[in-house]
C-alpha cells in the first residue's frame, strides 16, 4: 500500500541518515609552530588545518612566527593545554623525553629512504608511545631535513675546522654535547637567531636547507658545509588528555589528517631541496659539497659513551633504532 511505501521510504532515509552522519564535536584546536609562513613547520600545518576543516566542523588556528614563544615553551603549553597540537622539531623533544634524542643522533641515517623505513615502522611508533610520559600524543613525523652546518669565520672541510667557533644550537640536550664533542663552542637558543647572527654574537648554527633559505641566512653568514651531520624530523603531537577526551571517531580523523598532512610535507620538502641548494649558492654563499664526513663522524662516535645516551631507555630505544 502506499501508507507502507511511504513508511519504508521514511525509516530508510531515518536508517541512512543514522549511519552516515557524524556529529563532530567540533571546536578550535590551537596549533603552534615557531616558524613563519613559508616554513616547512607551516607547510605542514597549512596542510593539517585545510584537511581538517574540509573532513569535520573543527576549526584549526595556527599560531607561527615565534608568536608563542620558542619550540620548548609552544611543548609547555600543549603539556598545559593552553595550545592543543604542535609541529616542532624533534631537537628540543629530548629535554622532555630523553629517548627524543636518538632520531637525532648523528649520521644514523644515509638518506630519506631509510629516514621513512624507521620513523614510519616500529620504531617510528615506539618512539611516539614514549611521548606520552610528557604528556604528548605523538600523531605523525614531518620533516625539517637533514642539517648541515653555516659560519662566518672560515670555510669548514674537516672537523678540525669548526674549533672554536661559537655555534647556535637547538634548546636540546643532544645537539648541545654533540657540538661540544666536535670541538666547537656551543649556546643554547630558540628560533630564529637571525639577530644574533647578524651582530655576532654568535658565529655559527646549522639547519636544513630550506631554513638557510626561507630565513635568509645567506646574507649573515659567508660558508655553508653540506655536512648532513644530523636528520631533524618534526614531531607531530597534542596534549594526551584533550587528545583522548575527543569522541574516537574524532581521535580518528585527527590522526588521519596529520598523517596526510605530513606525507605531503615530507614530499615537499625533498622535491625543493635542490633548488633551495641553487638558490643559496645563487645568493652568494660558498658552499662545501664534499666536506671529510669521515672526520666528523669518528669525533660523533663518543657521543654514544657519554651520560646522555646512558640512561636505559635511551639505550634500549637507539637499539630499536638500529635494527
Ligand atoms: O625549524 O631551531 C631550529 O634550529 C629549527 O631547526 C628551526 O626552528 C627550523
Not at 536508517?15 to 596549533?31: D, E, P, R, S, Y
Not at 608568536?67 to 597540537?85: A, K, Y
Not at 648554527?205 to 648532513?228: A, D, H, R, S
Not at 620538502?269 to 663522524?297: W, Y
Request: glycine share 6%; proline share 4%; charged share 25%.
Amino acid at each position: 500500500t502506499r501508507r507502507q511505501a511511504g513508511l519504508l521510504v521514511f525509516l530508510t532515509v531515518v536508517f541512512f541518515g543514522m549511519a552516515t552522519a557524524h556529529t563532530w564535536a567540533g571546536g578550535v584546536i590551537k596549533l603552534g609552530v615557531v616558524t613563519k609562513p613559508g616554513s616547512a613547520q607551516n607547510v605542514c600545518a597549512e596542510k593539517f588545518k585545510e584537511l581538517v576543516e574540509s573532513r569535520s566542523d573543527y576549526e584549526v588556528k595556527i599560531f607561527h612566527s615565534a608568536s608563542l614563544g620558542t619550540e620548548t615553551e609552544i611543548l609547555q603549553q600543549i603539556q598545559m593545554n593552553s595550545v592543543q597540537m604542535g609541529i616542532i622539531t624533534s631537537g628540543p623533544f629530548d629535554v622532555f623525553v630523553p629517548e627524543a634524542r636518538v632520531i637525532d643522533y648523528p649520521f644514523l641515517f644515509a638518506n630519506s629512504r631509510e629516514v621513512d623505513a624507521v620513523l614510519d615502522g616500529p620504531a617510528g611508533q615506539a618512539l611516539l608511545k614514549a611521548l606520552e610520559r610528557a604528556r604528548f600524543k605523538g600523531l605523525a613525523f614531518s620533516e625539517n631535513g637533514f642539517r648541515h652546518l653555516t659560519n662566518n669565520v672560515r670555510p669548514v672541510h674537516r672537523v678540525e675546522d669548526v674549533k672554536g667557533l661559537k655555534i647556535r644550537v637547538m634548546e636540546s640536550v643532544l645537539h648541545k654535547e654533540l657540538w661540544r664533542v666536535l670541538g666547537a663552542n656551543p649556546t643554547p637558543m630558540g628560533w630564529p637567531i637571525y639577530t644574533e647572527l647578524q651582530q655576532g654574537t654568535i658565529d655559527a648554527q646549522e639547519n636544513p636547507l630550506w631554513v638557510i633559505w626561507n630565513y635568509k641566512l645567506y646574507e649573515v653568514q659567508k660558508y655553508m658545509t653540506l655536512t648532513g651531520h644530523v636528520y631533524s624530523a618534526h614531531i607531530d603531537v597534542a596534549n594526551l588528555q584533550w587528545f583522548h577526551s575527543l569522541a574516537a571517531e574524532d581521535q580518528d580523523m585527527i590522526a588521519q589528517a596529520m598523517k596526510d598532512a605530513a606525507a605531503y610535507q615530507r614530499q615537499w620538502n625533498r622535491d625543493n631541496e635542490a633548488d633551495f641548494l641553487a638558490k643559496i649558492k645563487a645568493a652568494g654563499m660558498m658552499v662545501d659539497e664534499a666536506p671529510d664526513l669521515a672526520s666528523f663522524r669518528a669525533k660523533a662516535a663518543v657521543l654514544k659513551d657519554l651520560e646522555i645516551y646512558k640512561d636505559p631507555k635511551v639505550q634500549e630505544m637507539l637499539q630499536i633504532f638500529l635494527d
